[in-house]
C-alpha cells in the first residue's frame, strides 16, 4: 500500500501526574529527517520520541512537536532563599548609618540576585516515557492513516497513468511494421523514377528495407517497458515503502522512451513517443511524494 510523505496527526493522552500531545507533520524529502520539539527539561525524551518515530516513518521531513504539562501545577518549585535575603536585608540596612534612609520594600528585595531558589521537580523518567510513547503511537497511527489515503488516491491515479503509457506503447509497436512497409514503397517509387524503363533489383530493394528495419526496430525496448510497467503495478502493492525504488523503475522507463524516440522516423509513431514521454514526467512527478 501507498503512503504519501506529506501528512499530519495528533495524540493526547491525559493521565494523573502529566497532560501530554503530540503533533506530526511532514512534507517532501529525499531522505528520512525527524526533528522533535519538546520542553527542555524533558529533554532526555528527545532522542527516544526520534527512535521511536523512525519506526513508522521510513523517508520524508517530519517535524514532532511535544508538549508535556504537569495537571498539578508547573514543573518548577520556587523556594526562598532565606538566609541570603536575612544577609542582603542586614546589609542594606546598614547603609542607614551613612545617612541614607530606609526605604526597603519587597519590590527592592525582587530585583537582588539569588533570593530565589528555582527548582525542577523530580520526573520519573521510564513512567513519563511511558505516558509519551503511548502518545506518540496515538499520532503516528493518525499521521499514518492520513499518509495511507493520500497514498491511495495517488495509487489510483499511478495506475491511469500506467495504463495510458501502456496505449502509447502498444500504439508504436502496431505503427512500426507499417513504418518498414512504407519505407520499401516509397524506395520502390523513388527507383522507379530514377531508372526510367530499367528493371529494379527486387533483391536489393529487400535489402534496404531489412537495414531500415534493424535501424528501426523498437521491439526490444517496447518489452522492456512493459516489462517496467508491470514492475512498476508490482511494486506499488508491496507492504513496504517503496518511493525509491519506483523512482528507479521510471528512470528506466524514461531510458527505454528515449531509445524508440531515438529510432524512430516517423512522424506518427515520433507523436506517441513524446506522449509516452509526458505520461512518465507525470509519473515521475508523482511519485516525488510516495515514502
Wanted: charged fraction near 35%; charge should be negative.
Amino acid at each position: 500500500m501507498l503512503r504519501s510523505m506529506t501528512g499530519f496527526g495528533r495524540g493526547e493522552n491525559v493521565t494523573d501526574e502529566y497532560s501530554i500531545q503530540v503533533q506530526i507533520k511532514s512534507v517532501n524529502h529525499r531522505y528520512s529527517d525527524v526533528s522533535v520539539r519538546l520542553p527542555r527539561v524533558y529533554g532526555f525524551l528527545e532522542d527516544k520520541i526520534r527512535r521511536r518515530a523512525a519506526e513508522g516513518i521510513s523517508r520524508g521531513k517530519a517535524e514532532i512537536s511535544v508538549n508535556i504539562e504537569r495537571r498539578d501545577g508547573s514543573d518548577k518549585a520556587v523556594t526562598l532563599n532565606r538566609a541570603l535575603a536575612a544577609e542582603y536585608t542586614e546589609a542594606l540596612r546598614g547603609l542607614s548609618e551613612f545617612g541614607i534612609s530606609d526605604d526597603l520594600t519587597m519590590s527592592a528585595m525582587l530585583r537582588l540576585p539569588d533570593i530565589f531558589d528555582v527548582e525542577y521537580r523530580e520526573i520519573e523518567e521510564d513512567k513519563l516515557w511511558e505516558q509519551v510513547r503511548e502518545t506518540i503511537d496515538i499520532a503516528l497511527a493518525d499521521f499514518n492513516a492520513m499518509r495511507g489515503e493520500e497514498g491511495r488516491r495517488l495509487g489510483e491515479n499511478l495506475l491511469q497513468h500506467l495504463g495510458d503509457l501502456l496505449k502509447n506503447v502498444e500504439a508504436v509497436e502496431e505503427r512500426s511494421p507499417k513504418c518498414v512497409e512504407e519505407y520499401r514503397a516509397r524506395l520502390m517509387r523513388k527507383l522507379d523514377e530514377i531508372l526510367a524503363d530499367r528493371s529494379i533489383d527486387e533483391a536489393r530493394i529487400v535489402a534496404e528495407a531489412a537495414i531500415f528495419a534493424d535501424k528501426t526496430a523498437v521491439d526490444e525496448e517496447t518489452v522492456r517497458l512493459r516489462s517496467h510497467i508491470c514492475a512498476f503495478e508490482e511494486t506499488m502493492s508491496a507492504e513496504e515503502p517503496v518511493g525509491k525504488k519506483l523512482d528507479f523503475i521510471v528512470q528506466e522507463m524514461n531510458r527505454e522512451a528515449n531509445t524508440i524516440g531515438s529510432k524512430c522516423s516517423d512522424a506518427e509513431a515520433a507523436a506517441q513517443v513524446v506522449e509516452m514521454k509526458s505520461v512518465i514526467e507525470k509519473i515521475r512527478e508523482q511519485i516525488q511524494n510516495i515514502e
